[in-house]
């Protein structure tokens, strides 16, 4: 499964911006989906995710993006996005998206497949 974020850039705090996850030779709809991050010199963090199709479209946040991001998908376009709002610069990170059949899909832990990322970068 190859996935690929786009759709980062350089925003001012307090900004928007909004990513895409797509992929190549896969159906995403069968897959739960997760978006995760990875600023400089850190570790890469779960920033959320959304259920596959006949789940319910439950989505889950972490608790530092709760409230400003948002994760939705369009089967149609077979493409999952990250819409973010209030920016701040402790955002700024890599973002990837990652795809799951695991039963702990609401968690980092269930993903072991991630795509090529996108750059996002808040300034002050």
């Known amino acids: 499964v190859q996935l690929q974020a786009s759709g980062g850039g350089l925003v001012q705090a307090g900004g928007s911006l909004g990513l895409s996850c797509t992929a190549s030779g896969v159906t995403l709809r069968n897959y739960h989906m997760g978006w995760f991050r990875q600023a400089p010199g850190r570790e890469r963090d779960f920033v959320g995710a959304?259920?596959?199709?006949?789940?319910?479209?439950?989505?889950v946040y972490t608790d530092a993006v709760k409230g400003r991001f948002t994760i939705s998908r369009d089967n149609a376009k077979n493409t999952v996005y990250l819409q973010m709002t209030g920016l701040k610069p402790e955002d700024t990170a890599v973002y990837y998206c990652?795809?799951?059949?695991?039963?702990?899909?609401?968690?980092?832990?269930?993903?072991?497949?991630w795509g090529r990322g996108t750059l996002v970068t808040v300034s002050s």
């Open positions: 959304i259920s596959r199709s006949g789940y319910g479209r439950v989505t």
């Open positions: 990652a795809n799951s059949q695991n039963v702990n899909w609401r968690t980092a832990g269930g993903y072991n497949n």
